[in-house]
T-cell receptor, first 116, second 114 residues
Framework: GAVVSQHPSRVICKSGTSVKIECRSLDFQATTMFWYRQFPKQSLMLMATSNEGSKATYEQGVEKDKFLINHASLTLSTLTVTSAHPEDSSFYIC????????????FGDGTRLSIL | AQKITQTQPGMFVQEKEAVTLDCTYDTSDQSYGLFWYKQPSSGEMIFLIYQGSYDEQNATEGRYSLNFQKARKSANLVISASQLGDSAMYFCAMRGRGAQKLVFGQGTRLTINP
């Protein structure tokens, strides 16, 4: 089945650091990937839709300059949390869909980001 | 706009019993897809089952089945013969026609007791 790899799985860093999270589709091409944020005991909140070769589409209330998304190839999208602060601490998870609209999104294993 | 509602924040079930997780949805689209995902405590999202709005039969995948009642706009997940490993958060989600993104419900935390 389709596999999505997300790296790193956990990051602990100081306030002010920029953190890059990678999301790769390992055995399929994904023109579109999605980035979610999840707070403890809550549902997934879509942050942005990452489109290969073009600008990401951000959801309302998500700061574009804070959460930089790059989708440079059909198998890789990156999320960079710039100048991270403690309030950015969260679980970030990416997904990608293989093929047609009735296909499920396949998720990476997520990244737990902790900003000290 | 699309909306998913899961009204059960938590459920406790004895091992080997069947369990039904509720999901209702709201959409003006005629064509849409419904999905269920499982999220264990480790965090990954595991795809369980899919139901298309035009599918006449309820979807089944092993111990998972989807009780799709289109007129009621409900898509309940049924897990038969529950196992301890079924303990997790379960999310119902939908995607409308032509839409890229999934809309998720609030989730239900299922606990299977031995």
């Amino acid at each position: 089945g389709a596999v999505v790899s997300q790296h790193p799985s956990r990051v602990i860093c100081k306030s002010g650091t920029s953190v890059k999270i990678e999301c790769r589709s390992l055995d399929f091409q994904a023109t579109t990937m999605f980035w979610y944020r999840q707070f403890p005991k809550q549902s997934l909140m879509l942050m942005a839709t990452s489109n290969e070769g073009s600008k990401a589409t951000y959801e309302q209330g998500v700061e574009k300059d804070k959460f930089l998304i790059n989708h440079a190839s059909l198998t890789l999208s990156t999320l960079t949390v710039t100048s991270a602060h403690p309030e950015d601490s969260s679980f970030y998870i990416c997904s990608a869909r293989e093929g047609q609209v009735n296909q499920p999104q396949h998720f990476g294993d997520g990244t737990r980001l902790s900003i000290l | 706009a699309q909306k998913i509602t899961q009204t059960q924040p938590g459920m406790f079930v004895q091992e080997k019993e069947a369990v039904t997780l509720d999901c209702t949805y709201d959409t003006s689209d005629q064509s849409y897809g419904l999905f269920w995902y499982k999220q264990p405590s480790s965090g990954e999202m595991i795809f369980l089952i899919y139901q298309g709005s035009y599918d006449e039969q309820n979807a089944t995948e092993g111990r998972y089945s989807l009780n799709f009642q289109k007129a009621r706009k409900s898509a309940n997940l049924v897990i038969s013969a529950s196992q301890l490993g079924d303990s997790a958060m379960y999310f119902c989600a939908m995607r409308g026609r032509g839409a890229q993104k999934l809309v998720f419900g609030q989730g239900t935390r299922l606990t299977i007791n031995p």
